[in-house]
């Protein structure tokens, strides 16, 4: 299988901490997404990374990439409640292959 | 704008009935379309890719198969389903795939009595 996995599975964080969720995968990549999914809802697109890009900034979100070690990091700076959703990487070498997903709960 | 629907939202069909799951999409022409299952807690598995009208790529080998009868349509059919072919099924459209954004529907919950 393509489908990447992501580290951890399940992540539960205060109001205001910063939260890290990792993938790895395994094939080349062109580029690495993360999305969204809020419980029972459709995943939403939050960032693109290009295999030749380290780090990229959007907002409360960081994400890194290391095609050596063929992982990505996912950081989300003084994290609010409403972020609390199951967060998914997407690689795209010749079809977009989903990750296995962290759930991120924050607690207010 | 684009946008993508997807019907119906949650359905309960006893084991052995027919699925069909629809899905269309708006505001674009030859998207590639596609299909995912989400399993309880878990992630996605694409089932079935589309580039074009009657173009279907199956990923893995099931109880399930889509059809594309038009260029913004796209519908995944069973004649008679399984219990493990319950859970939560996505349709998705991009342009393209490498260095594109890929847009999902809401989704379908299926339980299969």
């Known amino acids: 299988s393509q489908q990447g996995e992501e580290d951890p599975q399940a992540l539960s964080i205060q109001e205001g901490e910063n939260a890290t969720m990792n993938c790895s995968y395994k094939t080349s990549i062109n580029n690495l997404q993360w999305y969204r999914q809020n419980s029972g809802r459709g995943l939403v697109h939050l960032i693109l990374?290009?295999?030749?890009?380290r780090e990229k900034h959007s907002g409360r979100l960081r994400v890194t990439l290391d095609t050596s070690k063929k992982s990505s990091s996912l950081l989300i700076t003084a994290s609010r409640a409403a972020d609390t959703a199951s967060y998914f990487c997407?690689?795209?070498?010749?079809?977009?292959?989903f990750g296995t997903g962290t759930s991120l709960t924050v607690i207010p | 704008s684009q946008t993508i629907h997807q019907w119906p939202a949650t359905l309960v069909q006893p084991v052995g009935s027919p699925l069909s799951l629809e899905c269309t999409v708006e505001g674009t022409s030859n998207p590639n379309l596609y299909w995912y299952r989400q399993a309880a807690g878990r992630g996605l598995q694409l089932l079935f890719y589309s580039v074009g009208i009657g173009q279907i790529s199956s990923e893995v080998p099931q109880n399930l198969s889509a059809s594309r009868p038009q260029d913004r349509q796209f519908i995944l059919s069973s004649k008679k389903l399984l219990l493990s072919d319950s859970g939560f099924y996505l349709c998705a459209w991009s342009v393209g795939i490498s260095g594109n954004t890929i847009y999902f529907g809401e989704g379908s919950w299926l339980t299969v009595v």
């Open positions: 997407a690689t795209d070498s010749n079809q977009f292959y």
């Open positions: 990374i290009r295999s030749n890009e």
